[in-house]
């Protein structure tokens, strides 16, 4: 007994010591909440999502795993809360949705128009709909949850701000009046804390202690069963869906919060489907795996690092070149990333191509160039090999910590030492962004779902800005005047415009487009992230037609 | 006696309060609140900051604020989470029976394996045995709880595929009734052994140096000359004795069963208190992080009696005064 026990553990060590190397992984660049992308091209076809009865297999409980923590409560719309968007993608409806190439869909509404003057959209809303508890869903419904959100300062109060008025001319019209023209809106009704909920349930009841909160009642393709705190939300199919019963009986979101065991319950077959990235250094192994379908969608999520206007060094522009000079993405996408995504060159994400603009791009790395900016702009090496000494202030994250530890080395080059402080998330935002105490610092995150998102990295009052008191009052008022303009093309040119101008006044170092990773079991057709899925204009996260191939799966 | 329990009751109480008030004011003077994590990316105006920051009561001073947290403890009321937006109590309870059930299991299975390794050891220390039972004790000892975890799932979910990788059910199932209770019993089985082996090098080394030392007392051989037994004489007085210290460690290991198997949690995805905690943090969740460290504290406070209650009945030598 005693001898295998001191083999058994010895066995096991060697085991850990192989095994271990292949996990090390970096941490997934992708988080379901803040990093869904989009445009904002409305697409009126009313794509209708009606299984057939013949074609997939129907049955069987499906299991995805959630990295990204413990869901706070399933009211959709009070606050952010990316790890409660599986169940709210599967519970509720949206107005509009939008789906893994970021294209605006149909979901409640099955189509709308807007006015020429931009001032009126009217939404006609499927009819026949009914909450998961049978009463019936309207048009008051969506009345009541915009200015809910309105009144009670929900995640989407601000994105929603141009909403005067809600009407209600009948049961399945919906007409919002906007006080100025909006053209980011329709993104911002379609993306994220954007879902509908019941009016019957929240009317007249303080929403943050709601019970529905906690069993939420919404329209959605699966109704809720139970939260088993820590452990699973357990959602069944939605027999009366509108838009068809989905495939699958059950539907099982399993809270798993360290992806590399996340990755080993989908590989031993206890889960399906992962809805965050595995480690990328597995990426390989998962690619080679017939059990496993992998693939990555390009998204609109990209980091990038700002400079510090408000100090003196950094607002000699010079400066600011020879950094962005001294940058290779590539080395960073090779080392960080091992390849997955894209160097960053522009000022914007190519992804939402009509408003990039490929021709205003970063410095070409040259190192050489960089030197000689910097004794032009009267900075000599000094006695210790440094030019300068830039402090680097960065959340907790891998990826980040890696791409700066890269940076340091490529800056080294050029005669410029940093030093890199990492700080957890809710102390580094108040740092960025109140204290403004830092040279340099990366952010990332979804640059949509339409590129008014760059008022709130850029303008002088946006509020995810890293450049510390950067201002171009000339890029507020066109950023603010693109986003009243209903042309696409004209906005598309106003965009360019306004990523001339950050090139000019070189306000960030473009670093890497983030692709994400996906992995999941061979045996589901039908996922969100798949070309069908896409193209049948699914949510994010939405599983109303993912079935499995294998009848085996089915009880 | 009596008057021995008042005085360390009342310096629990003391150190309780203590350690809650300094959490209370550290918490709130750590860089971010909860408000901008409520409030998210978009940037609110004041005067909603303002209307949130009056509603969870973060407006007035520090003082105030405690003060009105204990008046409502009083009244058995932890207050409610600002994220889950439920009552702290309920949450934490909905924890505590599963972080109790993984630490408790353990706990018991290292502390068996290790005094058992201890007693084999000692009986030839230096020899082939002990020299094996003790370089596995070190390694073990210097290893980082969620690598060892990670380890284990890779070698016996993975790759033996014999036991479940992660969680407390198997979520596809859904079992109830007795199936439910085997199937967390089958969960248990990893985590619990990832724990042990953890906490196995402690019991191991302590046990073993009591042993060594309580050998070299008198009374052994003087009762080994009097012709009795060996393993009576191991059994009845030598045991007992080299356990002593091994209770302490016991003891003291327990207290911190509530926030010692955090790892362990995270990396197995095992409801406990560990990721509640964890997340609360990130979240600036002051109420749910006060519960959080009550609950801790005392726990630490009671079983510190406890151990000492448990160590004067072992040994009568101990005198409660």
Redesign the interface.
């Known amino acids: 007994m005693?001898r295998f026990l001191?083999l058994l553990?010895?066995?096991?060590?060697l085991?850990?010591m192989l095994?271990?190397c292949s996990?090390n992984g970096n941490e997934p660049a992708d988080d379901p909440g803040?990093d869904q992308p989009s445009t904002s091209q409305p697409n009126d076809e009313g794509t209708e999502q009606t299984p057939s009865t013949d074609g997939p297999l129907q049955g069987g409980?499906l299991?995805v795993i959630s990295s990204s923590?413990?869901p706070?409560?399933f009211?959709p719309v009070w606050?952010?809360d990316d790890p409660a968007t599986t169940v709210n993608h599967n519970v509720f409806n949206k107005l509009v949705t939008m789906n893994y190439d970021y294209e605006i869909c149909p979901d409640l509404a099955k189509e709308w128009t807007i006015s020429e003057d931009g001032l009126t959209y009217t939404f006609y809303l499927h009819e026949g709909v009914k909450w998961h508890d049978g009463v019936p869903f309207t048009s008051e419904d969506v009345k009541f949850t915009i200015e809910a959100v309105l009144e009670n300062?929900g995640?989407?109060?601000?994105?929603w701000g141009a909403i005067e008025e809600v009407e209600c001319p009948d049961e399945n019209t919906v007409i919002l009046h906007l006080s100025r023209p909006d053209s980011a809106l329709l993104g911002f009704l379609a993306w994220y804390a954007c879902q509908i909920i019941p009016k019957h349930i929240y009317e007249g009841t303080d929403w943050?202690?709601n019970p529905a909160?906690?069993a939420p009642i919404g329209t959605g393709p699966f109704k809720f069963v139970a939260w088993?705190?820590?452990?699973?939300i357990?959602l069944e199919a939605n027999e009366d869906y509108f838009l068809g019963r989905p495939y699958v009986d059950?539907l099982?979101v399993?809270?798993?919060?360290?992806v590399?065991?996340?990755e080993?319950?989908l590989?031993?077959g206890?889960?399906d489907y992962m809805i965050g990235s595995p480690p990328l250094s597995d990426a390989e192994a998962l690619k080679a795996n017939p059990d496993i379908t992998t693939g990555t969608n390009a998204g609109p999520s990209r980091y990038y690092m700002g400079f510090n206007f408000g100090r003196e060094i950094l607002q000699d522009i010079k400066v600011r070149e020879a950094i962005a000079m001294a940058i290779n993405q590539e080395e960073i996408l090779d080392r960080v990333f091992l390849g997955y995504g894209a160097a960053a060159k522009g000022y914007y994400t190519p992804v939402i191509s009509w408003a990039y603009n490929d021709v205003d791009v970063t410095p070409e790395y040259d190192p050489d160039a960089a030197n000689a900016l910097l004794d032009e702009a009267g900075y000599p090496v000094g006695s210790n090999g440094y030019r300068m000494t830039l402090e680097m202030v960065n959340w907790q994250s891998q990826s980040v910590s890696d791409m700066a530890a890269v940076i340091k080395e490529q800056l080294k080059e050029v005669g410029i030492e940093l030093n890199i402080i990492t700080?957890?998330?809710?102390?580094w935002?108040?740092?960025i962004r109140e204290e403004e105490n830092f040279d340099l610092t990366i952010s990332n995150?979804f640059q949509g779902p339409d590129p008014h998102n760059m008022y709130?990295r850029f303008a002088t009052?946006?509020?995810?800005k890293i450049c510390g008191p950067y201002s171009n009052p000339a890029l507020d008022e066109l950023l603010m005047e693109a986003v009243q303009e209903t042309d696409q093309t004209v906005r598309g040119d106003m965009y360019k415009e306004a990523q001339k101008m950050l090139h000019d006044d070189l306000a960030i170092v473009p670093l890497i487009e983030i692709d994400s990773f996906y992995a999941y079991s061979s045996k589901l057709e039908g996922t969100p992230r798949s070309r069908e899925g896409i193209d049948a204009g699914l949510s994010f996260n939405s599983f109303a037609l993912t079935y499995f191939n294998d009848p085996a799966m089915i009880q | 006696m009596s008057r021995y329990l008042l005085k360390r009751f009342l310096t629990a109480v003391l150190t309780v309060l203590f350690v809650f008030v300094l959490n209370f004011v550290l918490i709130r003077l750590a860089p971010g609140d909860p408000i901008t994590i409520l409030a998210g990316q978009d940037n609110p105006s004041q005067e909603q900051i303002d209307i949130l920051k009056a509603k969870y009561g973060l407006d007035k001073p520090i003082f105030v604020q405690l003060l009105a947290y204990l008046k409502n403890l009083l009244k058995g009321d932890m207050g409610t989470s600002i994220i889950y937006g439920r009552p702290v109590f309920d949450v934490i309870s909905e924890r505590l029976g599963p972080t109790l059930l993984l630490s408790l299991t353990g706990a018991v299975i290292a502390l068996v394996i290790g005094t058992s390794l201890a007693i084999v050891a000692s009986r030839k220390p230096g020899g082939l045995l002990d020299n094996i039972i003790s370089y596995i004790a070190y390694v073990l000892y210097s290893m980082p709880a969620f690598w060892l975890g990670l380890i284990v799932i890779l070698f016996f979910a993975s790759y033996l595929g014999w036991l479940p990788t992660a969680g407390m059910i198997d979520a596809r199932a859904g079992y109830t009734g007795w199936a439910h209770v085997l199937d967390v019993a089958k969960h248990l089985i990893l985590p619990a052994g990832a724990l042990a082996l953890v906490g196995v090098p402690a019991y191991f080394r302590i046990g073993r140096s009591s042993m060594m030392q309580v050998v070299k007392n008198d009374y052994v051989n003087l009762f080994k000359a009097a012709g009795m037994d060996r393993k009576k004489v191991y059994r009845k007085y030598l045991f007992r004795e080299a356990m002593l210290p091994t209770i302490t460690t016991f003891g003291i290991r327990l207290a911190y069963i509530i926030g010692g198997s955090a790892a362990t949690e995270i990396v197995f995805a095992w409801p406990g208190m560990g990721t509640l905690v964890l997340s609360a943090i990130q979240t600036r969740d002051y109420p749910m992080l006060m519960g959080n460290y009550l609950i801790l504290s005392i726990s630490v406070a009671v079983w510190m009696i406890l151990v000492d209650l448990i160590y004067a009945v072992a040994d009568p030598r101990i005198r409660l005064s």
Do not use: F, H
Request: proline share 1%; charged share 15%; no cysteine.
């Open positions: 005693k001191a553990l010895s066995l096991l060590m085991a850990g095994a271990g996990n803040t409980t299991v923590g413990n706070g409560s009211n606050k952010s300062n995640r989407m109060a601000a994105e943050t202690t909160n906690q088993n705190q820590g452990v699973s357990e059950k099982v399993q809270l798993i919060a360290d590399n065991t996340a080993q319950a590989l031993n206890e889960a700080l957890e998330m809710s102390a935002t108040p740092r995150g709130g009052d946006g509020a995810n």
